[in-house]
């Protein structure tokens, strides 16, 4: 089987490609092209009619959201919105009979203060990022699929594994520093994916019957930021250190650092505080087995492979 991974160059593209091509001939289409992750060959945007037939494409290529907010509302509609057009228009032409459209939750809801997220949740996203990614979906849900093709719209909670440079990574430097968190007022839950599990269920749907539609991915269990922290302390072999800083003080200096553009901001905090609870009761129906990591041990295993990257 072959298939296409758009954005394979990327975190998550890095880590299916190494996954994948065990069992599979793996092709890209991205930015760049370093031959890497057992990929067989890396096309440009513009070279769309050299790819080879293949059977299945999963689009991950897309405009992350941009917490220090340097990019223009339409580089995210041109982007996540465009390539997902074009690629899909692509998909539904070719011989390929799955196509996989890598979403986020954010296209739902930018916060989930009370509850937990459902697929049956009205979207109402408020950012250019969620936004552009949810005209993608309603573009992909408009057109017409020829008979013997499915679709997949993913909305996946905040992906983290090796390579991963997002938060996780951040707060992981924090507490190797020994430097006190300050946030351990803010109690809160959210939900992640490990990259173990993101696998899994890529794997599954390529290989079973399963019914095209929207489907949230996220680990079983949400944890608390407080959680996350002690088991990054735990890793490292140091005791936790939080602090109950007061939470109207802390929100005064995150918005000093939106004045003065610092790393910790208003969106900083938001990110490392909120309640982001995600259900993937759907997925799990529809899969008919269970996911094979913990939410605790994925993130261990995130952890570890953090402890293992020279420049941390």
């Excluded at 990929?39 to 790819?51: A, H, L, M, P």
């Excluded at 339409?74 to 692509?90: H, P, S």
């Excluded at 938001?270 to 605790?296: C, D, F, H, M, Q």
């Amino acid at each position: 089987m072959n298939i296409l991974i758009t954005g394979v160059h990327g975190f998550v593209g890095r880590n299916l490609a190494t996954a994948l091509n065990k069992q599979y001939t793996i092709y890209g289409l991205d930015i760049v092209s370093p031959s890497t992750n057992g990929i067989v060959k890396t096309f440009g945007w513009n070279e769309f009619e050299q790819i080879p037939p293949v059977d299945l494409i999963i689009h991950l290529a897309g405009k992350a959201h941009d917490t220090k907010s340097h990019f223009l509302a339409q580089t995210y509609f041109d982007v996540n919105t465009g390539l997902t057009k074009r690629i899909y228009d692509y998909f539904l032409l070719s011989s390929a009979k799955k196509f996989f459209f890598f979403s986020s939750v954010k296209a739902v809801a930018d916060s989930v203060q009370n509850g937990i997220l459902t697929e049956d949740v009205p979207p109402d996203p408020h950012t250019p990022y969620g936004k552009s990614k949810l005209e993608a979906e309603w573009y992909i849900l408009s057109r017409p699929i020829p008979e013997g093709k499915k679709f997949y719209i993913l909305r996946p909670c905040m992906i983290h594994g090796h390579g991963h440079k997002g938060n996780l990574n951040l707060l992981y430097k924090f507490i190797k520093m020994e430097i006190p968190y300050p946030l351990g007022a803010f109690e809160n839950k959210r939900s992640f994916t490990s990259i173990e599990n993101l696998i899994f269920i890529l794997e599954q749907i390529i290989k079973r019957d399963i019914a095209s539609g929207i489907y949230q991915i996220a680990d079983n269990e949400a944890l608390s930021t407080n959680e996350v922290i002690k088991q990054i302390a735990m890793a490292l072999g140091k005791k936790e250190r939080i602090w109950k800083v007061n939470q109207r003080l802390i929100k005064q200096m995150a918005k000093l650092g939106d004045l003065l553009h610092l790393p910790f901001n208003s969106e900083r905090l938001k990110k490392l505080t909120e309640n982001y609870v995600v259900s993937n009761k759907k997925l799990i129906e529809a899969l008919g087995t269970p996911l094979p990591v913990s939410s605790r041990e994925g993130l261990l295993h995130t952890l570890r492979s953090f402890s293992k990257t020279p420049h941390l």
